[in-house]
């Protein structure tokens, strides 16, 4: 019998292996303690046909059940290389890349990428609830994954409402459209369809920045508790909002990934004068 495979089986099987509960995760060589879930290796990626390149020999670790932030003046790529943890800019025309992202030790490339984002989820700059109902909102992944069970579906749904500290705030009224919310209630129920999904992985993309003081609290204080369960990569142009809530901050600039570092210790005693300069308000 012969042992070769074809692509399709060979893409079926690793995304097999990706499900599977036991899988061993690497260690980091810089920090051992840490495991490994995504892994950028000399990474290039281009917009326009190779025209602009936004990203340069990106090497990069992001350990599970940590907060990596991502930090930089603005059009440094920080936002562009979070979307390429779940192939996002795939739906862009024009885009190219060189080198390699691996999740669990697996190319991306040669992921299913609806399993892939069920996997690594999303939450954006601006709160975007679906035009239905509360309950509707967060079930509506599970829906689309083919989950008919409506016990299972009320346990999940009630479950990362809790989990995102909003079910004490909408059960008299989880019937009622999800844009009914004000936005910082709004950036939750977001989080909440999106641990819905079980993920490995939340990506967050500037989640506060259209929220008031109070809203931002809410929501830093929820990251540092979803850390348990997920592991969480943020893009923020806020270095307070870093250093508060972060493990590990990645400073990146024209991008380059200028530093990466335990974010005490990037704060207390960066390692490049690019990085003292960043954060001392030289520019940015």
């Not at 909002?241 to 990466?260: C, H, K, N, P, W």
């Amino acid at each position: 019998m012969s042992l070769n495979l074809s692509k399709k089986h060979k893409k079926e099987q690793l995304n097999l292996d990706l499900l599977n509960p036991d899988l061993k995760l690497e260690h980091s060589s810089e920090f051992p303690n840490e495991e490994v879930i995504f892994k950028v290796n000399d990474y290039n990626f281009y917009y326009d046909k190779k025209e602009k390149m936004a990203l340069k020999n990106i090497n990069l670790e992001i350990f599970k059940n940590k907060v990596i932030a991502f930090i930089g003046p603005s059009g440094c790529g920080k936002s562009t290389l979070l979307r390429c943890f779940n192939r996002m800019n795939d739906l862009i025309d024009g885009c190219s890349k060189e080198g390699n992202i691996t999740y669990k030790g697996f190319d991306i490339d040669a992921l299913n990428t609806i399993q892939l984002r069920s996997k690594v989820g999303m939450v954006f700059q601006q709160p975007n609830p679906f035009p239905m109902s509360i309950y509707n909102n967060v079930a509506y992944g599970l829906r689309c994954q083919g989950m008919k069970d409506k016990g299972e579906l009320n346990k999940i749904v009630l479950n990362s409402l809790k989990d995102v500290g909003l079910y004490e705030e909408v059960k008299d009224r989880i019937t009622l459209s999800g844009t009914s919310l004000s936005g910082g209630q709004q950036q939750r129920l977001c989080i909440a369809r999106c641990i819905a999904m079980s993920p490995d992985v939340i990506l967050m993309d500037e989640p506060t920045s259209a929220l008031d003081p109070l809203a931002t609290l809410k929501i830093e204080e929820l990251i540092k508790k979803l850390k348990e369960k997920y592991t969480i990569v943020i893009v923020t142009h806020n270095m307070q909002q870093a250093a508060r809530i972060s493990d590990y901050t990645a400073f990146f600039m024209l991008g380059e990934l200028v530093e990466f570092s335990k974010t005490e210790d990037f704060f207390a005693r960066p390692k490049d004068k690019r990085s003292e300069d960043y954060i001392t308000g030289k520019f940015g």
